[in-house]
């Protein structure tokens, strides 16, 4: 249960009762739309909903939820108050005797009159007079939106220039990066460009001086009955000195880059296993930034130098999962691979003397050396590879292959494209 510490009053919970014409239920869709978006652990009712726009206490997370909330309502105010365009459907916005004043319809026509247009409908000349009206308030509704929104899209402007975002970039090895360099590297160029909000860059001198008068101002939300701003707009500041630069792509529409992280890999009863991998990407501008698109996850990892991966590291750094069998497909495709490495590693130990087996165990066994003086045949280790090859489980490994594919899909789901 929550305590008095866990609560807070939400602070906007004035405007949005007022904007929402006190109508909770919208809020209530709004929060049963969004509950996992803005951090909720499921919708929230009606009693809370009604707590927390009459400013009482609520817990934290419903509060936050609610801020939400209040942003997307100063971010496009229209799509949350935008009246119907036929007076049939006014009673699905607001109650009749609301629009009966906020029209002002009483100065052409009764309330009896009008409280009974669903089930009369009015006449022709009555309807297209209720009907005029509803577009005037429409029209200045719209108006009074569209400049609170271009006001906010000011104050941000300046904001944006005078805290500006920037994407820093390191050419190492003749591949850019973008971010962190990721490894003690030498970078033989560094830039930093800037991106997000274009600010007031192009704005006119009259914008801007309205920029700065404007963020001195508190820009509340239109006030929709009377269909205008809640707010006077100020006198320009004049004659700002104010600086900002262009937000644009400084090499070309796109280009090839890399991306350097470390991949930890859990091994079974011993320590964390780390390497450090090269993915191939793409760079491409997107409007107001560069934006990233993989085109070769995990193409390098790094041992003393760098090198290509294997399928089979790039199958564990995707899916976590490290190989244990192969197919009789698999292993037959690199057979002459495999006994040409074993019949090397047959050479390096031909002095050892192997270890007895159970039943033999008093009896021993000669080396490599001494059962063959001549030198160790390639044949040897073409009988080895077959009796591997005898005991490879197929169940085993397609068990395994279906269990790589599924984790490979869902990595591959998670790249980022255009």
């Given at each position: ?5 866990d ?43 009604s ?28 799509a ?44 022709d ?5 209720v ?67 274009a ?13 700065w ?18 707010y ?15 937000i ?7 280009f ?6 470390e ?6 009863y ?12 793409r ?7 560069y ?45 002459d ?10 050479k ?27 030198g ?16 490879i489980d ?8 279906r ?9 591959m ?6």
């Amino acid at each position: 249960m929550a305590t008095k510490a866990d609560t807070v009053v939400f602070a906007q919970a004035q405007a949005i009762r007022q904007f929402t014409l006190g109508q909770n239920k919208r809020v209530e869709a709004w929060l049963a739309d969004n509950w996992e978006r803005v951090g909720l652990t499921g919708p929230i009712n009606k009693s809370t909903v009604s707590k927390a726009l009459s400013s009482m206490p609520v817990v934290k997370p419903v509060a936050d939820a609610l801020d939400v909330l209040f942003s997307e309502l100063r971010d496009d105010p229209w799509a949350w108050c935008q009246p119907p365009t036929q007076i049939e459907d006014m009673p699905r916005y607001a109650p009749l005797n609301w629009w009966f004043k906020t029209l002002r319809l009483k100065d052409g026509l009764s309330w009896t009159r009008f409280e009974r247009m669903p089930s009369k409908p009015l006449t022709d000349e009555d309807r297209s007079w209720v009907q005029e009206r509803l577009d005037e308030w429409s029209d200045r509704l719209k108006g009074a939106c569209d400049q609170f929104q271009n006001d906010r899209a000011l104050v941000r402007a300046l904001e944006a220039d005078e805290n500006p975002e920037f994407q820093t970039w390191f050419l190492v090895g003749g591949e850019w990066r973008l971010g962190e360099v990721g490894e003690r590297v030498n970078a033989e160029k560094e830039l930093r460009r800037r991106v997000g909000n274009a600010g007031l860059h192009g704005r006119s001198d009259q914008e801007i001086g309205m920029a700065w008068a404007l963020a001195d101002a508190v820009l509340t939300l239109p006030d929709i009955p009377e269909a205008k701003l809640t707010y006077t707009r100020p006198n320009a500041v004049p004659t700002i000195t104010h600086f900002s630069e262009p937000i644009e792509p400084w090499n070309g529409q796109e280009f090839e880059g890399v991306e350097v992280g470390e991949i930890t890999h859990e091994k079974p009863y011993t320590m964390k296993q780390t390497f450090t991998v090269i993915s191939k990407v793409r760079f491409y501008w997107a409007g107001d930034r560069y934006a990233v698109e993989d085109t070769e996850p995990f193409a390098e990892v790094k041992d003393d130098e760098w090198r290509a991966t294997t399928a089979q590291e790039r199958d564990l750094f995707m899916t976590g999962v490290e190989r244990k069998h192969l197919t009789r497909g698999e292993l037959d495709a690199m057979r002459d691979e495999w006994v040409d490495q074993a019949w090397v590693d047959m050479k390096a130990r031909q002095d050892e003397k192997e270890k007895p087996d159970f039943a033999n165990k008093f009896q021993p066994v000669p080396s490599l050396r001494e059962r063959f003086p001549d030198g160790i045949p390639r044949s040897f280790a073409e009988d080895a590879f077959e009796r591997v090859f005898a005991k490879i489980d197929e169940e085993a490994a397609a068990d395994e292959q279906r269990e790589v594919a599924r984790r490979r899909m869902a990595f591959m789901r998670q790249l980022r494209r255009r």
